[in-house]
């Protein structure tokens, strides 16, 4: 019985098989220090599908609240967890003390307040915005232009913010429900 083997093709399977390897190797260390970095294993995802405790509507001076057993309670869940699911972007532009308070009493703001049970995290390439208990979401007023939300630790701002693509449709289902009407 001859058998002859091609040693071409052994010579090119080795060079296939190592530049695999070295391709796999360099995509686990980049993910492995982006895990270090966020310290989220997950931070490549980018879903959010939280549902929050409680939602609190800084409507011009008036506090409303969405009941969890409201139509509007889901509605409103479904909207925010699209735009932060969606493309977002990091800034370093903190909530003040004086901007915060100013969110919960202005009479010429309307401002979203999500509050959930537990420490929350927003899967990012950041490592921000985990360990959360609250956002913020400006959509009249003081930053409501660009698109921004704040997250609050324990009732506190924390550090940075993020920009989604749009809070539009989540400031047209408030209006239009008449859930906040503008005085």
Same mark, same amino acid.
């Given at each position: 019985?001859?058998?002859?083997?091609?040693?071409?093709?052994g010579k090119?399977a080795?060079?296939?098989?190592?530049l695999v390897? @070295?391709?796999?190797? +360099?995509?686990f260390f980049? =993910?492995?220090?982006?895990?270090?970095?966020?310290? %989220?294993?997950?931070? $490549?995802?980018?879903?959010?599908d939280? @549902?929050?405790d409680? +939602?609190?509507?800084?409507? =011009?001076?008036?506090?409303?609240?969405?009941?969890? %057993?409201?139509?509007? $309670?889901?509605?409103?869940?479904?909207?925010?967890?699209?735009? +932060?699911?969606?493309d977002?972007r990091?800034?370093?532009?903190?909530?003040?003390?004086?901007?915060?308070?100013?969110y919960?009493?202005?009479?010429?703001?309307?401002?979203?307040e999500?509050?959930?049970g537990?420490?929350?995290r927003?899967?990012?390439?950041?490592?921000f915005?985990?360990?959360?208990?609250?956002?913020?979401?400006?959509?009249d007023?003081?930053?409501?232009?660009?698109?921004i939300?704040?997250?609050?630790?324990?009732?506190?701002?924390s550090?940075g913010?993020?920009?989604?693509?749009?809070?539009?449709?989540?400031?047209a289902?408030?209006?239009?429900?008449?859930?906040?009407v503008?005085?």
């Amino acid at each position: 019985m001859d058998y002859s083997s091609n040693k071409a093709a052994g010579k090119t399977a080795s060079v296939l098989n190592f530049l695999v390897t @070295i391709t796999l190797s +360099i995509l686990f260390f980049i =993910y492995l220090t982006m895990t270090v970095y966020t310290k %989220d294993a997950l931070w $490549f995802s980018p879903t959010f599908d939280s @549902i929050p405790d409680q +939602i609190n509507i800084r409507c =011009y001076g008036q506090d409303v609240s969405v009941g969890r %057993d409201t139509p509007h $309670f889901l509605a409103i869940t479904k909207l925010v967890n699209e735009q +932060i699911s969606g493309d977002k972007r990091w800034d370093e532009l903190n909530l003040t003390d004086q901007t915060h308070q100013d969110y919960v009493t202005s009479e010429t703001m309307l401002v979203l307040e999500m509050k959930y049970g537990g420490p929350q995290r927003i899967h990012s390439q950041s490592p921000f915005f985990s360990g959360f208990t609250a956002i913020l979401i400006p959509l009249d007023g003081r930053y409501a232009d660009v698109n921004i939300m704040f997250a609050l630790i324990r009732g506190r701002p924390s550090g940075g913010s993020f920009h989604v693509e749009s809070f539009s449709a989540l400031k047209a289902y408030i209006v239009d429900n008449a859930i906040c009407v503008k005085a």
